[in-house]
C-alpha cells in the first residue's frame, strides 16, 4: 500500500542515533513492499520481524498500552501477551506495507522534546502528492534510541489508542482475553500464515 524512495545513509544523523531507527525502519519496510505479491506473507514477516524488533521498544510500548496492569503479571503471562503483541505488530506493517505504487516516505528536519525523549517528524507522500505525518516518540536506553510511540498526523498516539483498546479486554478478561484477540487479529492479517518462529523476543 506504501513505499519509500531509498533513505540517507545512517552517517547523516548528526543526533547521535536518534533518527537511525527510523531510517532503517523504512529502509526494511521498502524491502518488503518491493517483494510485494511474489513473497508469501510468511516470508515477508520474516524479512521485517528482525527490523522492527531492532526500531522499536516493544516490551515498553506493550507495557505502556497495558498500563498499570503489566506490572502485576507473573513472567510467563508476560511473556505470552509479548509474543502475541509482536506478531500483531510485525502483521499489521507486512498487512499495510504491502506493495511498491508511487509513495515515498520523508524524514523531516524538525524535532522536538517530550521530556527526556525526543520526536522525530516523517511524513508519506502519496502516489497523488497528498501527505500523511507520521512522527516517532524516540526513547534512549542502554541499546540506543528507540520508537517507544507512533503519532499519527503528529499527534494522535497508538499507544493510547492501543490503552483504550486493551483496556476494555482486559477488564473482560483478563490478560488472556487480550492475547486470544491479538492472536485473532494477526490471523485474520495473516491469513493464517505460520509467523511465529520470527517474532523478536523481550
Known amino acids: 500500500m506504501l513505499a519509500a524512495l531509498p533513505m540517507p545513509a545512517l552517517a547523516d544523523?548528526?543526533?547521535?542515533?536518534?533518527v537511525?531507527?527510523?531510517?532503517?525502519?523504512?529502509?526494511?519496510?521498502?524491502a518488503v513492499m518491493r517483494e510485494?505479491?511474489?513473497?508469501?506473507f510468511g516470508k515477508r514477516f520474516q524479512q521485517l520481524a528482525p527490523v522492527i524488533g531492532q526500531a522499536f521498544n516493544l516490551?515498553?510500548?506493550?507495557?505502556?498500552s497495558v498500563g498499570a496492569r503489566w506490572s502485576g503479571m507473573d513472567e510467563a503471562m508476560r511473556r505470552r501477551l509479548f509474543k502475541a503483541f509482536t506478531e500483531f505488530t510485525v502483521a499489521s506493517y507486512v498487512a499495510?506495507?504491502?506493495?511498491?505504487s508511487g509513495q515515498r516516505f520523508e524524514i523531516l528536519p524538525e524535532q522536538r522534546s517530550v521530556g527526556a525523549d525526543k520526536v522525530v517528524a516523517t511524513r508519506i507522500v502519496r502516489a497523488?502528492?497528498?501527505?500523511?505525518?507520521?512522527?516517532?516518540?524516540?526513547h534512549q536506553d542502554g541499546q540506543g534510541w528507540k520508537i517507544v510511540d507512533v503519532l499519527l498526523e503528529g499527534t494522535i498516539s497508538r499507544v493510547a489508542v492501543q490503552r483504550s483498546d486493551f483496556r476494555a479486554l482486559l477488564?473482560?478478561?483478563?490478560a488472556e482475553a487480550l492475547i486470544?484477540?491479538?492472536?485473532?487479529?494477526?490471523?485474520?492479517?495473516?491469513?493464517?500464515?505460520?509467523?511465529?518462529?520470527?517474532?523478536?523476543?523481550?
Not at 544523523?13 to 536518534?18: A, I, R
Open 36 to 40: 510485494g505479491s511474489v513473497s508469501t
Open 180 to 202: 486470544v484477540s491479538l492472536q485473532r487479529k494477526t490471523a485474520d492479517l495473516s491469513g493464517g500464515a505460520q509467523l511465529s518462529d520470527a517474532a523478536p523476543r523481550p
Open 171 to 174: 477488564d473482560k478478561g483478563g
Open 59 to 64: 516490551t515498553a510500548i506493550l507495557a505502556r
Open 128 to 138: 497523488n502528492g497528498s501527505p500523511v505525518r507520521i512522527d516517532y516518540l524516540m
Open 13 to 18: 544523523d548528526p543526533d547521535g542515533g536518534l
Open 20 to 30: 537511525a531507527p527510523v531510517k532503517a525502519l523504512y529502509a526494511g519496510l521498502e
Open 96 to 100: 499495510n506495507f504491502d506493495e511498491f
